[in-house]
């Protein structure tokens, strides 16, 4: 069983910078692979950004350039920095593991779930 638990967001005005945390239980997490999805009011989930066990990273077009994802391994914790944020990125974030090497960008291919964390973009 995998335990997530996200941390990091709250509101920032259009422009600002946030980073997101999500602390993972397991002792093999450097063995996931981590994904961030966001889900606004009346939206679907989406994806965001993807994290593999060696550190390679994958990201939804729109956030490339202004998102990154990183791993600590020693720390079992995955981070979201996000900068040059905008009002359409209000959402709530939420992070995904699934216990093989591969990431995917569909939420479906996600066992594990955090609970998610409040991004408010004011503008």
């Known amino acids: 069983q995998v335990q997530l638990v996200e941390s990091g967001g709250g509101l920032v005005q259009a422009g600002g910078s946030l980073r997101l945390s999500c602390a993972a239980s397991g002792q093999t997490f450097r063995t996931y692979a981590m994904a961030w999805f966001r889900q606004a009011p009346g939206k679907e989930r989406e994806f965001v950004a993807s994290i593999n066990w060696t550190g390679g990273t994958t990201y939804y077009a729109d956030m490339k350039g202004r998102f990154t994802a990183s791993r600590d391994n020693n720390k079992n914790t995955m981070y979201l920095q996000m900068n040059s944020l905008k009002p359409e990125d209000t959402a709530v974030y939420y992070c995904?593991?699934?216990?093989?090497?591969?990431?995917?960008?569909?939420?479906?291919?996600?066992?594990?779930w955090g609970q998610g964390t409040q991004v408010t973009v004011s503008s």
């Open positions: 995904a593991a699934r216990t093989t090497y591969s990431t995917s960008s569909q939420k479906e291919d996600y066992r594990y």
